[in-house]
């Protein structure tokens, strides 16, 4: 009978212990299979080669396959992202301003370069359909707007008027309006002679006969070969967590590939997460102004000419060395 008993405790045992071991099971995969959470700052929760790929990413389940889960906080521009990403608010950010970049990181921020985000330039400038400004001889001596200063759009008005010069014309004068809607009232009250857009943006006014296109990113000779935004982590938050920002950029890549694939299909998704009210044609022509080629992770191109841009307009003391570059572009993280 006590040989009885004892199994019979020992019988209970065992089974609490399964039991537990089953518990602490569970728990633990639990926690392992518990997504990565990646704060993501985005300038703008509109623009095509910004926020796009990002719902992409979302709405295919990218993310979810590569175990992160986002947190998207939108931003204004250039500096308060940067600013996000300084503060480690934000643990990496979408499509900013190599400037902005580069001035944060001579001033000890921790930030690092993980991807390219466009080479060329995406923007163009319009004019009011009664102007004279019809073609790019024609900014000779006008005012030319931007966003904010340190953006990709500023770096574009800067350079235009270095061509405008080399022309043998008087060179434009750049405007800071801030952003999309601020640019167009600018030009519609003189603030501006050109105002600046992204596409889709003003396209349906363009297609109405408001405005002309006068001036496309692609007539900057000095921009086609530079990578003009990046994305950008902080790099306490990189070290700590590499899978997570890797696992990001896969996802975001995979979200630019559908997006070049899957013009229509992105459209709809694009159109529901932003809340765009354009017509689904105006939409579609977006894809006339990028090429996936251009949209490349990889490399950085024309960082010394930036840098030297940088110093110029005094957002650089002086160029960077060769291992503060490497210091700073970290192309490791991309797929």
């Known amino acids: 009978m006590k040989g009885i008993g004892f199994g019979s405790k020992w019988f209970k045992f065992l089974t609490l212990m ?123 001596g006008k005012k030319v707007a931007f966003s904010t200063p340190g953006s990709s759009s500023h770096l574009a008005v800067l350079a235009l008027a270095d061509q405008l010069k080399a022309m043998g014309l008087k060179p ?39 405005l002309r296109i006068v001036v496309r990113g692609s007539d900057i000779i000095a921009l086609r070969d ?31 590939d559908f997006m070049f694939a899957n013009p229509k299909e992105t459209t709809k998704i694009w159109m529901k997460r932003a809340d765009l009210k354009l017509p689904e044609a105006t939409v579609l022509k977006t894809w006339d102004f990028y090429t996936r080629s251009a949209m490349a992770a990889k490399p950085i191109k024309g960082i010394e000419t930036t840098m030297k841009d940088a110093v110029q307009f005094k957002f650089l003391k002086a160029p960077l060395g060769q291992a503060e570059v490497a210091k700073l572009i970290d192309l490791s993280y991309l797929p």
């Open 18 to 140: 399964a039991f537990w071991l089953c518990v602490f099971s569970v728990s633990a995969a639990s926690v392992l299979a518990a997504p990565l959470k990646v704060v993501v700052g985005l300038p703008h929760r509109v623009l095509f080669s910004v926020a796009v790929a990002v719902y992409v990413a979302e709405e295919r389940g990218f993310f979810k396959e590569a175990g992160i889960e986002i947190d998207p906080v939108f931003t204004k521009g250039g500096g308060e992202t940067v600013q996000g990403v300084v503060s480690g608010d934000i643990n990496v950010a979408m499509a900013t301003g190599l400037f902005a970049v580069l001035g944060a990181f001579e001033k000890g921020a921790p930030v690092m370069i993980v991807a390219a985000e466009i080479t060329g330039m995406d923007t163009f400038w319009y004019a009011l359909s009664n102007s004279p400004i019809r073609k790019l001889e024609d900014v000779a």
């Open 172 to 210: 434009s004068v750049s405007v800071s309006l801030g952003g999309l809607p601020d640019a167009f009232t600018g030009v519609k009250t003189g603030q501006a002679d050109l105002g600046w857009s992204v596409p889709p943006f003003m396209l349906d006014r363009v297609e109405k006969g408001e």
């Open 226 to 256: 530079l990578t003009m935004r990046v994305h950008f982590a902080n790099a306490n938050f990189a070290k700590k967590n590499p899978e997570a920002l890797k696992g990001f950029l896969r996802a975001q890549q995979k979200g630019l």
